[in-house]
């Protein structure tokens, strides 16, 4: 039939529709052409392909039946419903349409194994096993006609002669994997562990690419000692196909959970990121490896591309935000929090680690904000309250709110009384703004007999001792907060040079604060101290 412009336009706008995913839209297009033509085989077939894709078969079985009436020569269409039957479970109808399709098409073997599928459900062990035979008769004896016939036997529990008859196919078809395959599959299912182990040795020797082989063998190589051996066989599996992305992921949490490093590691990881680029998984076990190495901006690198395939997975943003804040990242840090909080708005950690980082870059009313806002979330965890109220200290302190400064970190350490961390901070703060210096003294006193080495806690130390004029003892402070002669803490550096003025050795003291502006030193004071050789208190 020759169809009209309309016919034409509905069609190919249905086709379009079809392609771009838009299905209701596509069918309602189909629809308006068999209101056009009703014997059109070709709008019935799209609309069975469109009901298929969304899985609704039963409407999918009638366009299909529908088109291969309407053109009975259609083989496509034919073979189409006769496996539409079968995910039917109309097993009757379909061994009818694959017998007329075997008359047209005696040699198509996935008509036979469709056919054998039927006969299997139905339990109609005869005419299953004579239309293998015919199958054999014209197609010579292979390999897939053994293991069809073998399922054929197992679906009707002759489970013996079906063994029997992949046994006699692997005399025939020496080396054929998938002979052995299908008798692993049959041992390991049915508990015959002993029986399958001693085939995957030889399937893993004839298709040393088999990717689930290498994995079951490894495991059971590992179960039974052979440790040599499994890893290899382990490791080979993650680099070939069929073991799944978790299957391999489990592998490498394996290896890495070893007490020594594996030496393949890297390459493992590696691969991985590369085969799974678009995963976040391959990424975030890529950033466990280095990090576990100590590469710490290799790590970071991995955990970042993780969270652009994902960004949904807290526990990659928590590791990135950890190690951002540890090695003082705090640009990089206040931004990747503040995009971990729009994915994660109730977690506190997130807030509590943006607003320090806002605060080390001293934007101190966005640290404020942000810290109040992320208290409120913190639940059951009494250090992190005290160590946000600490920062939310710090910011008020940077903000010149001196009493709503002190107000802060008591209220943080009676959250957490014992938090070296928080008296650190808040003596510190009292020395900086010489306020009530014998307080700071008796709260880094207690900091410092719990951790008598912290660096940071003997800076501090020193620091109140030479706000209050105890220039030597202050001294010995700072020299034993900055260890090494060549200290990269920039505070600390500069307070050596302080003190050193201070102490009447001008030479040494510029040498120091030359070396805290090197290492980039923020106190505005710090350049008129070495061109004017004379201390002026510190401006940040």
Not at 368 to 390: P, R, V
Request: aromatic share 10%.
């Amino acid at each position: 039939m020759v169809h009209d412009a309309a016919y034409i336009r509905s069609f190919h706008e249905g086709v379009r529709l079809k392609l771009n995913g838009q299905n209701q839209e596509a069918i309602d297009k189909f629809n308006a052409c068999l209101l056009i033509d009703q014997k059109d085989d070709a709008a019935h077939f799209a609309l069975a392909q469109i009901y298929l894709n969304q899985e609704n078969l039963d409407q999918a079985a009638v366009h299909t039946l529908k088109a291969s009436e309407l053109d009975p020569k259609n083989e496509h269409y034919q073979s189409e419903l006769a496996f539409m039957y079968v995910e039917l479970k109309r097993f009757q109808e379909a061994t009818s349409v694959f017998d007329k399709l075997l008359k047209k098409a005696p040699n198509n073997q996935s008509y036979y194994a469709g056919a054998a599928e039927c006969y299997a459900k139905m339990g109609d062990a005869k005419k299953g096993l004579d239309l293998l035979s015919r199958m054999e008769n014209n197609l010579g004896a292979n390999p897939g006609i053994s293991i069809e016939r073998f399922k054929l036997l197992v679906s009707l529990h002759r489970d013996e002669e079906a063994i029997q008859v992949l046994k006699n196919a692997k005399k025939k078809f020496t080396g054929e994997p998938m002979i052995i395959a299908n008798l692993v599959d049959y041992y390991m299912q049915s508990k015959r562990f002993q029986e399958g182990f001693d085939l995957l040795k030889e399937l893993v020797a004839v298709d040393p690419n088999n990717g689930m082989a290498l994995l079951m063998l490894g495991d059971m190589q590992m179960q039974s000692g052979d440790t040599k051996n499994g890893l290899q066989n382990l490791k080979a599996a993650i680099k070939s196909d069929g073991p799944s992305i978790d299957q391999k992921m489990n592998i490498l949490m394996a290896l890495q959970g070893q007490e020594v490093m594996d030496p393949d590691m890297e390459s493992l990881v590696l691969y991985m990121r590369t085969k799974y680029p678009k995963q976040a998984k391959a990424h975030s076990i890529t950033g466990d490896y280095y990090f576990k190495v100590n590469q710490i901006v290799e790590a970071l690198a991995a955990y970042k591309a993780a969270v652009r395939c994902d960004p949904n997975v807290y526990p990659i943003w928590n590791q990135i935000l950890l190690l951002e804040y540890q090695f003082q990242q705090f640009d990089s840090l206040a931004v990747d929090a503040e995009k971990c909080s729009s994915f994660f708005p109730t977690q506190a950690l997130p807030y509590f680690l943006q607003g320090t980082a806002l605060n080390q870059q001293r934007k101190f009313e966005q640290a404020l904000s942000i810290l109040q806002t992320g208290f409120d979330y913190i639940l059951k965890d009494a250090d992190l309250q005290a160590e946000c109220q600490g920062q939310i200290g710090e910011a008020e302190f940077g903000l010149n709110h001196t009493k709503e400064g002190i107000a802060a970190y008591e209220k943080a350490l009676k959250l957490s009384v014992k938090n070296t961390f928080v008296k650190n901070n808040y003596a510190y703060q009292l020395a900086f703004h010489e306020l009530d210096l014998e307080k700071a003294i008796q709260i880094i006193d207690e900091a410092l007999k719990e951790l008598p080495n912290e660096g940071r806690y003997l800076d501090t130390k020193g620091l109140i001792l030479f706000q209050q004029g105890k220039y030597a003892e202050a001294k010995s402070y700072f020299e034993r907060a900055c260890g090494a002669k060549e200290s990269t803490d920039k505070t600390c550096v500069e307070h050596l040079g302080d003190v050193q003025f201070k102490l009447g050795k001008v030479d040494e003291a510029i040498v120091y604060w030359l070396r805290a502006k090197e290492l980039g030193s923020a106190n505005k004071t710090l350049n008129e101290k070495i061109t004017q050789k004379k201390y002026a208190k510190p401006v940040y």
